[in-house]
């Protein structure tokens, strides 16, 4: 799955997202879910409504 299939899908068992990591205490918590579970991604820069946050591309800069 690549980054986009997996911006559009919903989370799940091993797909989280967060929309940054000014609170680490959340963060850590589903990492440490991950670990003792199947696994799993943490996106940081998205909502869960789907917004994404993050720097804009300059392309040739």
Request: net charge positive; proline share 7%; no cysteine.
């Amino acid at each position: 799955m690549n980054i986009s299939e997996m911006l559009s899908s919903p989370e799940g068992k091993t797909l989280e997202f967060n929309r940054d990591i000014s609170s680490p205490k959340p963060i850590l918590k589903t990492l440490v879910a991950f670990a003792n579970t199947a696994g799993g991604i943490l996106i940081i820069g998205r909502e869960r409504d789907g917004t994404v946050y993050g720097v804009p591309v300059t392309v040739g800069k």
